[in-house]
């Protein structure tokens, strides 16, 4: 299971994979629980994916600390870190590394997994799903592409739009082909029956005001 405490917010791709493997590498299923290893101490070949991964989300250092360790099954606990840990946060890491291998063995199988589902389904739940032209703006259009919608929405055709944005006609095309990608429509057909439907639209982290 992972928990990215940044997903959702544009500033790079989403935890979705364990990198222990690039940290231990032979040693992925004999390693002591509770030994923290360091990918900075890490004398194993540099894993490209974990260093696209850390490049992209501007992250500096990876910790591994193995909370079981067998031939069917080997759990980690990967704590990813912005810069490197100093002496003290290496101290608490290595204060509380045995607590967690206690906590973890002693704990009831399931539950934690049954808890990690339940808040990924309470996150799908709350997303904003409302309108394409509320104020929610769900599918994230600017100004000028909300303006196109507005006008589309009242049932005026794409010249008539033009004409009143006082824009060019590979200005409109532009706008029109954002909207479309934002919209997940394909022609403007279907986007002004999306515009003029009752239906609500299931966008992406909108932000408030962006088409005041």
Not at 28 to 39: E, Q, S, V
Not at 104 to 117: D, F, I, K, V
């Amino acid at each position: 299971m992972f928990f990215d405490a940044a997903a959702g917010e544009r500033n790079g791709p989403a935890l979705d994979r364990s990198f222990a493997r690039a940290v231990l590498g032979g040693y992925l299923d004999k390693a002591k629980p509770g030994l923290i290893w360091y990918k900075s101490m890490s004398d194993q070949n540099s894993d490209p994916a974990l260093d696209r991964f850390h490049a992209s989300r501007r992250l500096a250092e990876l910790a591994v600390i193995p909370l079981s360790s067998g031939r069917r099954h080997t759990d980690f606990l990967e704590l990813h870190f912005s810069s490197r840990p100093g002496a003290v946060q290496q101290a608490l890491l290595n204060i509380i590394s045995d607590t967690l291998v206690r906590t973890w063995t002693n704990r009831s199988p399931g539950l934690y997994t049954e808890a990690c589902l339940s808040e990924r389904r309470l996150r799908r739940n709350a997303e904003v799903e409302a309108h394409l032209l509320s104020m929610e703006n769900p599918a994230q259009l600017s100004r000028a592409e909300y303006r196109v919608c507005v006008l589309l929405s009242k049932g005026q055709p794409a010249k008539r739009v033009q004409s009143d944005l006082g824009i060019s006609k590979s200005t409109l095309r532009t706008h029109l082909r954002n909207i479309y990608a934002k919209t997940r429509t394909s022609n403007l057909t279907e986007l002004v029956y999306h515009l003029v439907s009752v239906d609500t639209f299931a966008g992406q982290s909108p932000r408030r005001g962006t088409a005041a």
